[in-house]
């Protein structure tokens, strides 16, 4: 059989092996947003195309009745063999009653929780609580007094801020 050539794009209406090749002459058909070139060695895993020529790969299947579908990520950035394992690893997430995209949500919450608890850890150093303990010791009109002057020393002032 001959070798198709680069100008052909390739048949949308089948399941494709997924090649370099391939991919490239994938073109999104015109009047269409996306389109969708579906692998034949993984259920599930598609390449959608878009009108301005932007490439990824998707995961999409149904789930509890409704269609499911979560994208991976760029061609440029994923290889063909990581896309599938990451498609069969979505597979497995979903045959287990989980949903993927609530698993990402989850982990991006925790990731915020971490950062926002860092912060306020960042805010309790021994220089900022000093600086609030001499604000509302001494307030910020208080006359210098000996102890105020080592505040100074340290590079604080009577209102605590440097």
């Known amino acids: 059989m ?61 789930a509890n009745g409704q269609s499911l579908r979560v994208t991976i990520g760029a061609v440029s950035a994923w290889s063909i063999a990581d896309a599938q394992k990451e498609a069969r690893r979505l597979a497995v997430t979903l045959d287990k009653g989980d949903d993927p995209r609530q698993i990402a949500r989850d982990k991006q919450a925790a990731k915020a929780a971490a950062r926002a608890e860092q912060d306020r850890a960042a805010h309790y150093t021994f220089a900022n609580l000093m600086a609030a303990w001499a604000r509302a010791r001494m307030g910020p009109m208080a006359k210098p007094t000996r102890s105020s002057c080592k505040w100074r020393r340290w590079g604080l002032t009577n209102t605590g801020t440097a």
Not at 28 to 54: H, I, W, Y
């Open 2 to 62: 001959a070798r198709t050539p680069k100008a052909t794009a390739p048949d949308l209406s089948k399941n494709q092996r997924l090649t370099v090749d391939g991919i490239d002459r994938l073109r999104c058909p015109d009047g269409k947003q996306q389109a969708f070139m579906r692998c034949a060695e993984v259920n599930g895993l598609q390449v959608r195309v878009t009108a301005a020529g932007s490439k990824s790969y998707v995961y999409q299947r149904k």
